[in-house]
């Protein structure tokens, strides 16, 4: 069997607010894990308790995401700096005549 290759490049990948899309889903996680809270009694009732347990697993997790999104935002913004003062260094000034 032929292994598949693409026959077209991957698109690059969409850069977009990273930091406040995941600080918005975290926030959704943990409100949908408090909205269900107070009922709690009658998930454990119906066998649906993973919902609650769920809920806070998202939160949790998206807090993670949160601490490795900020990084990844930082480290692109020290990168795009590093590379703007190292244009700005390979450029030669204008030259004053003698």
Request: charged letters at 15%; glycine letters at 12%; aromatic letters at 14%.
């Amino acid at each position: 069997m032929a292994k598949w290759t693409a026959k077209h490049e991957a698109p690059e990948p969409l850069e977009g607010p990273v930091v406040a899309t995941v600080t918005g889903g975290t926030i959704i996680w943990f409100a949908m894990f408090l909205v269900q809270l107070p009922f709690y009694g009658w998930f454990a009732d119906q066998g649906m308790l993973w919902w609650v347990w769920t809920c806070a697993a998202g939160g949790f997790l998206g807090l993670i995401g949160i601490w490795y999104v900020r990084g990844r935002d930082a480290a692109l913004k020290r990168h795009a700096a590093q590379q703007a003062a190292e244009a700005a260094r390979a450029e030669p000034g204008p030259q004053a005549d003698q």
